[in-house]
């Protein structure tokens, strides 16, 4: 079993960045692939990007594609979403998750068995 505990999140203009951690508590981190997505006001939570275990597959959705990139740190037990030029629709509670399934970057959140509680992203425009 894996704990996860988002930062990072906050007010930033549009045209901005921020960059979110996922702290994992355990031993056995790299033992999982790890995911962000993202929930805005009345909506569905969505696949924002995914890492395999060993960093070596990344996925992306289409709406934060060359804007976004997610990273991992296996010996710091962290995965992180770099946001860059973001944008009043990106506004939502990014959550972390992980994946037992670690050599692949999936997009499904059914296949994620462990979640953080989230944190705030807010874009002005």
């Known amino acids: 079993q894996v704990q996860l505990v988002e930062s990072g999140g906050g007010l930033v203009q549009a045209g901005g960045s921020l960059r979110l951690s996922c702290a994992a508590s355990?031993?056995?981190?790299?033992?999982?692939?790890m995911g962000w997505f993202r929930q805005a006001p009345g909506k569905e939570r969505e696949f924002v990007a995914a890492?395999?275990?060993?960093?070596?597959?990344?996925r992306y959705a289409d709406s934060v594609k060359g804007r976004f990139t997610i990273s991992r740190d296996n010996a710091k037990n962290a995965a992180y979403l770099k946001m860059n030029s973001l944008k009043p629709e990106d506004t939502a509670v990014y959550y972390c998750?992980?994946?037992?399934?670690?050599?692949?970057?999936?997009?499904?959140?059914?296949?994620?068995?462990?979640w953080g509680q989230g944190t705030q992203v807010t874009v002005s425009s």
């Open positions: 890492i395999s275990w060993s960093g070596g597959i990344t």
């Open positions: 998750a992980a994946n037992r399934l670690r050599f692949v970057a999936s997009t499904t959140q059914s296949e994620y068995a462990y």
């Open positions: 355990g031993r056995t981190f790299s033992s999982y692939a």
